[in-house]
């Protein structure tokens, strides 16, 4: 059933990491939101999000290990 003309196929796989990287950052639109809960796969988003967040974590370790090698080569 299709609210208010709303398109009711289900996001992308880009959509969904786009999606993904709007709420990790906090800037979700009210309808990308909507549309995620109501058309989207919670397991989908979670593993992207469980991805993402891995690779966050390893940028920033290696982003703080490249700067400390080259503190020290100061």
Known sequence: MS??????????????ILSVLA?????QKG???ERDFTQGNPWIFI???????????FLLIAVVKTVLLNANKI
């Open 47 to 57: 593993i992207i999000g469980i991805i993402m967040t891995t690779a966050f974590v």
């Open 3 to 16: 609210q208010n003309g709303n398109n009711t196929s289900r996001p992308s796989f880009w959509a969904m």
């Open 31 to 33: 309808k990308n939101r």
């Open 23 to 27: 709420a990790m950052f906090g800037v």
